[in-house]
């Protein structure tokens, strides 16, 4: 009753093309990329202006009914994903750009805008996006902002958070509150708009971003590195830091288990041969042709050790060779099975024991079980796979491993990707109980309903 009530006025008030339902919603509503299986939801709402995403979260809250808020769906953690009977918000009729800024060097968007044309405009306004991941086509500033996402340039310009100057949001009860801070210092009081970054649409909905654009991209230098052992890589890491100037743009391990697996993907040739215990692709600013501080480093890191093999990209061929061994992740599960994956961090000085202790642990899963780890080692984050056609079967044990490991190191059990509803129940061993009661509470104070976003999170509506 509620429901036809509430889905009548929303009628009303967003007219018939503003509400989607059954047959009427395509496909990609209906599922993210966290693997459960897809749900379309019971009906789709799509807003095309913040007033109309504010009169659908006033009737929400009238009618006491949720609502899930959706960007993208690339994000891995369900928190977009509806389950049976979850009406939608989709943010993908709220897009554009407003404004490029200059003077500030900010762009000012609508949550529903693709990272891509966010990037293209930078690039055409002489800027650059300090933000950028592989799903840039589908992913939204929206989502961006709300999983606090972090790609391939968090070592040179931070996670989302740190690209972001002002929000403009729609709480549960309908408020719209406008921040659309483009001001590098502005102390006036609590910064608010950071209560939203990685709240996961959980807290209210994101409807404006003020984006911090950065310099033209310059162009880079590429090496490939093999190392033997994760301190060396990291060593090598810490003497980057110190003689590389301009610093570093990527730094990026695939362990063993990884190399192997990616060179027995079809079309992937790998640039330096396998047995050494890790490789790390590098990208560093600097001319693509002449002298490069790069090659001193590499010089020095050889002659200590902490390397034991490099080659340094020639041409443009030579560097996407090396980038298809470090993308090459997506076709594993063709290889070998759809994996069970994680999404991880460590501290850094905890790194080698983690990888220590997977080795250790994954053979006893059984003779069948494939799996490896690589990621963004800089920022401690490393992507684990764990794949076997046995994938139900083991799930729970390989998430006692990794996440227990994870729990045991001080790490964390979402590193970019977010809780969601896939996570929640691993939460706890990332966050103390007080942390937990904190984020309730901020959860209840702005959201009393629990209109938004159910059960993901700190919500406690189960599945
Ligand atoms: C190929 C690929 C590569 C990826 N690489 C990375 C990576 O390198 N780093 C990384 O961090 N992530 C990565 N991801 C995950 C994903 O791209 C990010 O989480 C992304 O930012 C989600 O954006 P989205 O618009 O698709 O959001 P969705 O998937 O639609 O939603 C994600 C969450 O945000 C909420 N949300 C969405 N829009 C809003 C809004 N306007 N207001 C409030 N809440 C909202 C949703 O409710 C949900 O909880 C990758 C995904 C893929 C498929």
Known sequence: ?????????LERELGPG???????????????VSGLDPVCPLALILPRTVAEVSAVMAACRRHGHTIIVQGGMTGAAAGAQPREGEIALSLERLNGIEETD???ATMTVLAGTPLAAIQKAAADAGFSCGIDLGARDSATIGGIVSTNAGGNQVIRYGMARRNILGLEVVLADGTVVTGLNKMLKNNAGYDWTQLFIGAEGTLGVVTRVVVQLQPPLPAVRAALLAVDGTNEALAALRLARQMLPAGLLVFEIM?????????SVEGVAPPLPAGHDGYVLVEVPGPAAGDHPIEAWLERALEEGLIQDAVVARSLADRNAFWAMRESAYKFSQ??????????????????????????GMPALGPDVKW??????????VHVMVMTPRKTEVKEAVDDLVYGITAALGGSVSAEHGIGRVKRK??????????LALMQRLKTCLDPQGLLNPGRVVDPTSD
């Open 372 to 381: 490896c780890v690589f990621g963004h080692l800089a920022d401690g984050n």
């Open 102 to 104: 200059p003077w500030s």
């Open 335 to 360: 290889v070998v099975a759809p994996p069970i994956n994680f999404d991880i961090s460590f501290p850094l000085d905890r790194m080698a024991e983690a990888i220590d202790r997977m080795r250790a």
């Open 426 to 435: 691993h939460l706890p061993l990332s966050r103390s109980p007080e942390e």
């Open 255 to 263: 362990w063993r288990e990884y190399y192997e697996l990616a060179a």
């Open 1 to 9: 009753m509620t429901t036809t009530a509430l889905l009548a006025e």
């Open 18 to 32: 503003g509400i989607r339902r059954g047959d009427q919603i395509a496909q990609r509503h209906w599922a993210d």
